[in-house]
């Protein structure tokens, strides 16, 4: 069993930024593929980055540009650097592993959740 727990959201004004954390139980970034979602009130849940065991990256096409994954594998931690915040960026954030490439925006594939971390943007 492996636990999945983030940290680093928070509120910040629009255009502010953000990193958020996710540092697993046990080693797994060169084993299982990465990724960050969120879910807004009311709305489903929506892949937004993901990082590949071979490193390759995923973005939504609406954070490309300004968030940013990233790992540490020396500190089982995953990172989402999040700039030019806007107010709907505003969700809770969860990160989540899956054993296999390809299909990064199917939550269903991915077999640990952590709790998530509260970003909120004000206008």
């Known amino acids: 069993q492996v636990e999945l727990v983030e940290t680093g959201g928070g509120s910040v004004q629009a255009g502010g930024s953000l990193r958020l954390s996710c540092t697993a139980s046990r080693y797994m970034y060169s084993v299982y593929c990465m990724g960050w979602f969120r879910q807004a009130p009311g709305k489903e849940r929506e892949a937004v980055a993901s990082?590949?065991?071979?490193?390759?990256?995923n973005y939504a096409d609406s954070v490309k540009g300004r968030f940013t994954i990233s790992q540490d594998n020396a500190k089982n931690t995953l990172y989402l650097q999040m700039n030019s915040l806007k107010p709907e960026d505003s969700a809770m954030y969860y990160c989540a592993a899956k054993p296999r490439r390809g299909l990064w925006t199917r939550p269903r594939l991915y077999d640990y959740w952590g709790k998530g971390t509260l970003v909120t943007i004000a206008s």
């Open positions: 990082i590949e065991d071979d490193g390759k990256t």
